[in-house]
Structures are given as C-alpha cells and as structure tokens.
Nanobody, 125 residues
C-alpha cells in the first residue's frame, strides 16, 4: 500500500559524486522521519542520515561534511547528495520512511516503517 523506490545508484570513481532519490507512493497521509541506510558486503546495515518532516538532519560521523540529505515534502521524495566518495562508501543504500497511510478500502489510518528495495553504489577506479 506504500512503496519506496530508490534510484541514482551506480559506479563512480573515488572523489566523485552521486545523487540518490527515493520516491514514496501510495495512499499516504503523512511522512515523519525519512532516512538513508546502507549495507556493505558482510556488514550490518547502518544509518547514513535522517531528516525530520521539519527539516532537522542527522548524519553518521563517517559521512558528515560529504553527504547532504534533503526532502521534498510536496513530492514525498527523499534525496541524498554524496560528494567526495571513497571505496568505503560502497554499499547498497536503502531508503526508509515512517509513513502514516490510509488502509486499503477504508479511511482508517495505520503507520508503517517502510523500506525501499535498495540501490547499489560502487566506488572504484
């Protein structure tokens, strides 16, 4: 009933940049916190950055100063601008959103901790 679809991943050289997007769709009432997480091969999923509905941001120490998270509330879309990429940033990046939505076939509401399918970012020369 709610879908998150990421895009923008790919192969980039060290020092390069990429911009990830995540579009939320469905019978959405509102979205509170949105965030990006990543999982490198053989490692656990970790927080990259989050942004509240009011625009307050939080970053992992490893990306502070290099990555910028933002959102367009009118479009229910989340972004991650990644600069000065290093091989250590190689991972599958996942979008996450705390979504309130209308239950199918009714006007009742429910909350969902939604995840996208992930997009692969590879930093390599």
């Amino acid at each position: 009933q709610v879908q998150l679809v990421e895009s923008g991943g790919g192969l980039v050289q060290p020092g390069g940049s990429l911009r990830l997007s995540c579009a939320a769709s469905g019978r959405i009432v509102s979205i509170k916190t949105m965030g990006w997480y990543r999982q490198a091969p053989g490692q656990e999923r970790e927080l990259v950055a989050t942004v509240s509905s009011g625009g307050a941001t939080n970053y992992a120490d490893s990306v502070t100063g290099r990555f910028t998270i933002s959102r367009d509330n009118a479009k229910n879309t989340l972004y991650l601008q990644m600069n000065s990429l290093t091989p250590e940033d190689t991972a599958v990046y996942y979008c996450n959103a705390d979504v309130r939505y209308y239950i199918r076939g009714s006007w009742s509401r429910d909350d969902l901790d939604a995840w996208g399918q992930g997009t692969l970012v590879t930093v390599s020369s």
